[in-house]
């Protein structure tokens, strides 16, 4: 009778063994899994940056966007780049070089810290009032025109000017990056056809 009552409990205590088992194979494959997703994840957070206001309706292709995309980023653009003051001139910046192309993002960093120490140096501002906006779909590009504002210590330095700005784009893999945006000097409406971009970093 003890010897059967024995065998009982052992065969229960195998039972409970093998659920106990089989309970934590289940945690173990819960667990790599779990590591799995996180390893996934991490590294994978994208921030998306847009123009702050979309009112006009674009289309874009593989390669391509329209001139309404490219006029939203052109103005997009010269709001960080145009109009900046020692205390925003740092997060533009920062802004700004997530879209600047791979191959120019270097360049345009140190032209805007350059520019952001000359900012805080002389407690000088900018701001730009863009008049007129000229696309040339074909070649990506846009010419901005318009009234660019300087002070020193809240004072202007000199009436506002009438400027011009080139900025050209590449749109790829569905995002459009900055490749060229620098001014053009002495340039009347008309006179430029917008695609003369030439191949030069971006600048100011």
């Known amino acids: 009778m003890d010897f059967e009552r024995?065998?009982?409990?052992?065969r229960v205590q195998r039972k409970a063994n093998r659920t106990l088992g089989a309970v934590l194979a289940l945690l173990?494959?819960?667990?790599?899994?779990s590591l799995v997703v996180i390893a996934s994840i991490v590294g994978s957070e994208r921030t998306v940056i847009v123009p702050p206001n979309i009112d006009k309706s674009f289309w874009v292709s593989r390669d391509k966007a329209s001139r309404e995309y490219l006029?939203?980023?052109?103005?997009?653009v010269s709001w960080l780049m145009l109009d900046v003051t020692p205390t925003t001139v740092d997060w533009k910046r920062n802004?700004?070089?997530?879209?600047?192309s791979p191959e120019q993002h270097a360049a345009m960093k140190t032209k805007m810290d350059l520019e952001a120490d000359r900012l805080r140096t002389h407690n000088a501002s900018t701001s730009f009032l863009i008049q007129q906006l000229t696309t040339d779909e074909k070649e990506q590009s846009v010419l901005i025109t318009g009234r660019l504002r300087r002070q020193i210590n809240g004072t202007d330095v000199a009436e506002p000017e009438t400027r011009s700005y080139l900025a050209q784009f590449h749109y790829t893999g569905?995002?459009?990056?900055?490749?060229?945006?620098?001014?053009?000097?002495?340039?009347?409406?008309?006179?430029?056809?917008?695609g003369v971009a030439g191949s030069g970093t971006v600048a100011r």
């Not at 024995?6 to 052992?10: A, E, G």
């Not at 173990?28 to 899994?33: D, F």
């Open 6 to 10: 024995h065998q009982n409990d052992l």
């Open 28 to 33: 173990g494959v819960c667990q790599l899994i």
């Open 71 to 76: 006029e939203q980023m052109a103005g997009y």
């Open 95 to 100: 802004v700004l070089l997530n879209w600047v």
């Open 174 to 194: 569905g995002r459009v990056h900055i490749q060229t945006f620098k001014e053009i000097a002495n340039v009347q409406p008309g006179q430029v056809r917008v």
